[in-house]
């Protein structure tokens, strides 16, 4: 069965580093991969857009394509939107079947102080998305939790249903939504920095201009 692969973010708004390390992770690891918008970020502020104004922009992203899809799981949740929640839930309707945690780096790295962060080798793998500058060292404490679990190949990832951290080389893009934020605050344009549907309709970027 194909591994299911889960691509959790605050999405304040989508772009294309996002889009296209999801649609490279697919690739490399033959998966099934879900764009999964959290409700309230537990480690930041909480993000510009609404729930609806940012599931609306993901929703005008994926137009076009069937590799990708969209997991509103979290938006149904009160509270934080704690990972180890929701991949609980997803083992329990999964099974055995493999799920796969993507992150990236620079979000990797901190996953020391994540809610209950050593369950989430019990209920997925995890796929550690390179992205431009950012170190692949880890602070000792996740190293050691990490090492003897680390695969080179996705095959490796089908073998069970969870416990190995893959790390996946995928094309660097220096994209964050922050500096979309920026650039739109500031009366810009990132036409180029987003999928093209996400400009048919002006009023969806209206939340992050001035
Ligand atoms: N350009 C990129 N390359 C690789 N991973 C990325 C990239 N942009 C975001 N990610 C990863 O996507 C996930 C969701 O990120 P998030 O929604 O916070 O986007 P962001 O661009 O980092 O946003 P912000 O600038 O608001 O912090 C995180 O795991 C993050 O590391
Ligand atoms: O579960 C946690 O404690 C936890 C702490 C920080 C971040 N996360 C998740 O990590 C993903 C990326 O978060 P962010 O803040 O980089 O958008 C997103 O799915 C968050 O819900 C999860």
Known sequence: MK??????????????GHLSVAWEAAELLDAEVRLLPASIPPHRQPPIASTAQ?????????????????????????????????????????????????I???????????????????????GVLSRPGVSST???????????RRVATADALRDCPAGKV?????????????????LLAAGRDPRYLMPAGVFDDPALLAPYRR
């Open 3 to 16: 591994p299911l692969a889960l691509f959790g973010g605050t999405f304040d708004p989508v772009h294309l």
């Open 54 to 102: 940012r599931v609306a922009i993901l929703r005008a992203a994926l137009q076009g394509q069937s590799r990708l899809s969209l997991d509103t799981r979290e938006l149904e949740r009160e509270g934080p939107s704690f990972t180890v929640d929701t991949l609980t839930g997803l083992r329990a309707e999964q099974g055995a079947r493999p799920l796969v945690l993507l």
């Open 104 to 126: 990236g780096a620079d979000a990797f790295a901190h996953l020391a102080s994540w809610d209950r962060w050593r369950v989430l080798f019990e209920v997925a793998h995890i």
């Open 138 to 148: 880890l602070p000792p404490e996740l190293e050691d939790a990490v090492s003897g």
């Open 166 to 182: 893959i790390e996946l080389a995928v094309t660097p893009l220096e994209i964050s939504a922050t500096r979309i934020r920026e």
